[in-house]
């Protein structure tokens, strides 16, 4: 199953992202995506061991940004590819069948790509400005996602579908209405002070008040 809600990684250091990532555990999130940029090779693998051990704790889908060798290496549930990493055919090749790859997309054009190329979900975005990513592409908005998800419909494309750059809670209810699976967030998890209250009514909403 996708989970409908994400929550891409932040920290500075290998602390940071533990702490930040336990947290999100912690209150209800079970989908996690490791992005930990600029960070050493060694800082790298050493979050990812420990956050294996973790996410399998709380059950959670446990995925790595960019980086197929590592996800390959401790045997991860997957990886996140942006347009300029790893293609999607050569990652499928590497880690093979049994592995989750997602892709960001920010046009219709992108995710036809993606999904011929076997990838398992897309992040589409960004939803608005956000600073967490550097070298932003267009901002698409709510008509950008209704636009797209009338295409993916015309061409039956079922791939699930995330939301994903700037989202506030606010924003869920109209995202999801365009047919959207989830969202993917950072900031939003990362700074909140009730985290148990954020998340709850994320997957509420995102869930359509179902227990998760």
């Known amino acids: 199953m996708f989970n409908r809600l994400q929550y891409i990684s932040q920290g500075n250091t290998v602390e940071e992202q ?7 555990l ?3 999130c079970d989908w996690i995506q490791m992005r930990f940029k600029n960070a050493t090779s060694e800082d790298t693998f050493t979050l990812a061991e420990a956050l294996k051990i973790l996410c399998q704790e709380y059950l959670a889908t446990f995925i790595i940004n960019d980086n197929v060798a590592l996800a390959n290496e401790i045997d991860a549930d997957g990886v996140h590819l942006g347009l300029n990493d790893m293609g999607i055919a ?3 090749e590497i880690l093979g ?4 790859i997602g892709g ?3 046009t219709f054009e992108d995710i036809q790509n993606h999904v011929q190329k076997g990838c398992d979900y897309i992040g589409l975005g960004p939803f608005r400005f956000t600073k967490t990513k550097e070298k932003l592409s267009p901002i698409l908005g709510l008509d950008g996602y209704q636009n797209i998800l009338k295409l993916l419909k015309e ?3 079922k791939t699930p579908i995330y939301a994903i750059g700037g989202i506030l809670t606010d924003d869920v209810d109209s995202i999801i209405k365009t047919g959207i ?4 967030v950072s900031g939003l998890i990362t700074k909140s002070d009730n985290k148990t209250k954020l998340i709850t009514a994320l997957n509420e909403k995102l869930y359509g008040n179902v227990i998760v």
């Open 18 to 24: 533990l702490y930040n990532i336990h947290q999100a």
């Open 26 to 28: 912690d209150h209800g």
């Open 90 to 92: 050569k990652a499928r």
């Open 97 to 100: 069948n049994s592995k989750i």
């Open 104 to 106: 960001t997309a920010n």
């Open 155 to 157: 061409h039956q494309i």
């Open 181 to 184: 699976h989830g969202i993917a």
